[in-house]
């Protein structure tokens, strides 16, 4: 599985980003789909995750009622709404893969697969 991230820009606080995932390969095999972010000096953190069946979302705290992610099953494509941008949501976006979903999704090591990021930078 291939995994394509992009998106990623220069924003305004208060503005919004899209990013996209785009999946490509034995995309049939993915259980699951996160998003995870990694700020500068910072530790690589869960942001959200959507089972590919689209059936459950989850969120990490930080990001709950401004973060939306989606699916689209015919373009392989998994999608990171981010709204109300702040500063420190600056970061690298990346998005991963599992093949089974285990329900730790908020463990960077329950992720089979990688993309290669999309930087996102917020100013004030």
């Known amino acids: 599985v291939q995994l394509q991230a992009s998106g990623g820009g220069l924003v305004q606080a208060g503005g919004s980003l899209r990013l996209s995932c785009a999946a490509s390969?034995?995309?049939?095999?993915?259980?699951?789909i996160g998003w995870f972010r990694q700020g500068y000096g910072k530790e690589r953190e869960f942001v959200a995750a959507i089972l590919w069946s689209g059936d459950r979302t989850y969120y990490a705290d930080s990001v709950k009622g401004r973060f939306t992610i989606s699916r689209d099953h015919a373009k392989n494509t998994v999608y990171l709404q981010i709204n109300s941008l702040k500063p420190e949501d600056t970061a690298v976006y990346y998005c991963?893969?599992?093949?089974?979903?285990?329900?730790?999704?908020?463990?960077?090591?329950?992720?089979?697969?990688w993309g290669q990021g999309t930087l996102v930078t917020v100013s004030s």
């Open positions: 991963a893969a599992a093949r089974y979903f285990s329900g730790s999704y908020y463990h960077t090591s329950s992720y089979d697969y």
């Open positions: 390969g034995r995309s049939y095999s993915v259980d699951a």
